[in-house]
C-alpha cells in the first residue's frame, strides 16, 4: 500500500531539512507518543546507516519495527527502510524549495505485508482508503506546523 501527501511551509527548505535531520528530537518525540525507541549498537548516530528500534502500540497491540536510513541527499530528501516481522516498505521524505522563505514536504510511505494478517490489515485498510489517506495528510499537516513553529522559535532566539 502507497500513500503520498504533501504539506507547503513558510519555512526555507534547509531549515525543514535540518529539522527531518534531527534525530534526537524525533526520538524524544516517539518517546512522548508512547514508543520505546532504541539506537541500534554498532550503527552511526546520523546519515546512512543510521538505525533505531521502534516498539509500541499500533491498534491495540505490540509492534515493533526497525528503522534505516538508506539515503540521504542533503537539503533533498531522506529515505527510511522499515522493517518489521509482519511489514518492510519505505518512508521518502522529500523537501522542495518553493521559494527562498518557503518549502513544500512531500512524504511517501509505502509498506507491503510479510504475513497473512498484515495483508488482511493491509486490504482492510485499502476499502478505507479515503479515510486514511485523509488522515496521513491531516498528520503531516500537523508535523509541518510543529517543523514551522520550531523555525520560528529559533528565529526569535537568534
Known sequence: MKLTAKTDLEVPAAAVFATLVD???WERDAVRNGAEVERLPGTPATGIGAAWSVRGQFRGKARKVQLTITELVENQR???A????TIEGFARFEVMVLSPRR???RVD???KPKTLSARLFINTMRLAKGRVQAKFESRLGKVGGRIKDRYERSQVQA
Open 103 to 105: 518549502s513544500r514536504l
Open 23 to 25: 534525530h534526537p528530537f
Open 109 to 111: 510511505v509505502e509498506f
Open 78 to 80: 531522506v529515505v527510511l
Open 82 to 85: 522499515l522493517d518489521g516481522p
